[in-house]
Nanobody
């Protein structure tokens, strides 16, 4: 079982910044990617940013040039630096880990952290 512990959410004003962290622990084999998804009220969960074990990154168009994903492989931790936050960024942000276990792929989710952008 993999545990993902997220931190860093909160309430900020438009234009401000936040940094989310997600630390993975437990039965970790070969991590393929770690990433951040978000879900706003009444909307589907969507990919925000993802980083592979090789360091390749992918971003939703709505956050490109504002958000940066990074990782500390030694600590099995992924970060999301969010800048120039907008009200439409308000959502619960979930950390995701995709790993390769013997004979199968396995995905784990964090419990979510609330990000609210409001004046």
């Amino acid at each position: 079982q993999v545990q993902l512990v997220e931190s860093g959410g909160g309430l900020v004003q438009p234009g401000e910044s936040l940094r989310l962290s997600c630390a993975a622990s437990g039965r970790i084999f070969t991590i393929l990617s770690m990433g951040w998804f978000r879900q706003a009220p009444g909307k589907q969960r969507e990919l925000v940013a993802q980083i592979t074990s090789g360091g390749s990154t992918d971003y939703a168009d709505s956050v490109k040039d504002r958000f940066t994903i990074s990782r500390d492989s030694a600590k099995n931790t992924v970060y999301l630096q969010m800048s120039m936050l907008k009200p439409e960024d308000t959502a619960v942000y979930y950390c995701n880990l995709l790993q390769l276990r013997p004979g199968m792929r396995d995905s784990a989710w964090g419990q979510g952290t609330q990000v609210t952008v409001s004046s």
